[in-house]
C-alpha cells in the first residue's frame, strides 16, 4: 500500500542546532513531494516541494530537502534552527496529498 | 480574504446528529480534499475530488460522505455523527498539475458528544 512515513515524532533541538526530519515513502513510479509547516494554531503552509529537476531543493526560511529516489526519502534539513522554528512538519506524496504522522518541533531558547 | 473558507469554525454536537462542514475557494482550483488531524496521528483523507465529476474515497472515508456543489465547494457530511469523530477538519483545494501545492482552510474543529 502507498504510505508514507516519518519517523520521529517529536524532536527537541537548542536553538542555533542543525535539524533533520525522515520522511520515506511508497509509492512506485514519479513522486511529487512536499514538506508543510503548521505553526501553533494555525493551518498548514508550504515550506517546499520537489516534483523535478534538483533533488536538492531550498525553500522558505532557510530550510531544504534532498530527494534521494534510491532510499525513497526526502529529509528536511535546517544548517541553524530558531524558537520560531517551533512547529509540526509534514511530509506529503503526490496528487493524492497522503500525509506523514507529523513530527513535533520544539526548540529551546 | 481567505483563499479557503471552512464554516462553521467550531462545532459541538450530539452523537447520532447529522453534521455539515461547508469549504469554498476563492483560487479557481479543480482539486479540493477533506482531512481530519488527530493528536499524534497527522492529517489523514478522508475524500478527494479532482474536478465536479470526480470523487475518491481517501483512507478514512467510512462515516462519512462528500459533495462537490460545483468546482469552488466541497462539502463534507457526517450522517450519523459519533464520539471518535471528534477532531480538528481541515480542507484544502490545489491545482492539477505535477508539483502542485494545497492551499488549507483554517480548521473546522468538531466534538460529537
Known amino acids: ?109 | 480574504d481567505a483563499d479557503v473558507t471552512q464554516t462553521p469554525r467550531n462545532r459541538i454536537t450530539k452523537t447520532g446528529k447529522r453534521i455539515m462542514l461547508e469549504c469554498s475557494q476563492t483560487k479557481g482550483h479543480d482539486r479540493m480534499y477533506w482531512y481530519r488531524q488527530d493528536p499524534g496521528l497527522g492529517l489523514r483523507l478522508i475524500y478527494y475530488s479532482f474536478d465536479v465529476k470526480d470523487i475518491n474515497k481517501g483512507e478514512i472515508s467510512d462515516g462519512y460522505s462528500v459533495s462537490r456543489q460545483a468546482q469552488a465547494k466541497f462539502s463534507l457530511s457526517l450522517e450519523s455523527a459519533i464520539p471518535n469523530q471528534t477532531a480538528l477538519y481541515f480542507c484544502a483545494s490545489g491545482s492539477q498539475g505535477p508539483g502542485g501545492e494545497l492551499f488549507f482552510g483554517e480548521g473546522s474543529r468538531l466534538t460529537v458528544l
Open chain 1, 1 to 109: 500500500a502507498q504510505s508514507v512515513s516519518q519517523h520521529n515524532h517529536h524532536v527537541i533541538l537548542s536553538e542555533a542546532a542543525s535539524l533533520e526530519l525522515g520522511c520515506n515513502y511508497s509509492y512506485g513510479g514519479t513522486v511529487n513531494l512536499f514538506w508543510y509547516v503548521q505553526y501553533p494554531g494555525q493551518h498548514l503552509q508550504l515550506l517546499l516541494k520537489y516534483f523535478s529537476g534538483d533533488p536538492l531543493v531550498k525553500g522558505i526560511k532557510g530550510f531544504e530537502a534532498e530527494f534521494i529516489k534510491s532510499k525513497f526519502s526526502f529529509n528536511l534539513r535546517k544548517p541553524s534552527v530558531q524558537w520560531s522554528d517551533t512547529a509540526e512538519y509534514f511530509c506529503a506524496v503526490n496528487d493524492d496529498m497522503r500525509f506523514g504522522a507529523g513530527t513535533r518541533l520544539t526548540v529551546k531558547p
